[in-house]
């Protein structure tokens, strides 16, 4: 979720709200769409989607396909205590 919310950043230009463009199919997604405030003396939003939502911004569609996480293998670790976030997207630019 923090690479999502990062790269819906990184694509704001003017529109700063995204908008879901379809909702999830699967069961076990959170169904919930909520907003978080991204400063408490900000009158920024940051929208959450969950996995399988698509997000438009800017002329783009951002969808995460799905989250993995791992510990790394034989030539490349992650740090003491942390760990890699594999995040398999899909960005449509119309």
């Known amino acids: 979720m923090i690479v999502v919310l990062f790269i ?3 694509l704001e230009t003017e529109d700063t709200s995204p908008k879901l463009v379809e909702p999830t199919n699967t069961e076990s997604s ?3 769409d909520s907003t978080v405030s991204a400063d408490s003396n ?3 939003e940051i929208r959450v989607f969950t996995i399988g939502d698509t997000a438009s911004i800017n002329g783009y569609e ?3 396909n ?3 996480y791992s510990s790394g293998g034989e030539w490349m670790k992650p740090d003491e205590g942390n ?3 594999i ?3 899909t960005i449509t630019n119309n």
Do not use: G, H, M, Q
């Open 8 to 10: 819906i950043y990184a």
């Open 30 to 32: 959170k169904t919930d």
């Open 42 to 44: 900000s009158n920024n």
């Open 62 to 64: 951002i969808r995460v």
């Open 66 to 68: 799905k989250v993995e």
């Open 83 to 85: 760990e890699f976030v």
């Open 87 to 89: 995040v398999n997207l």
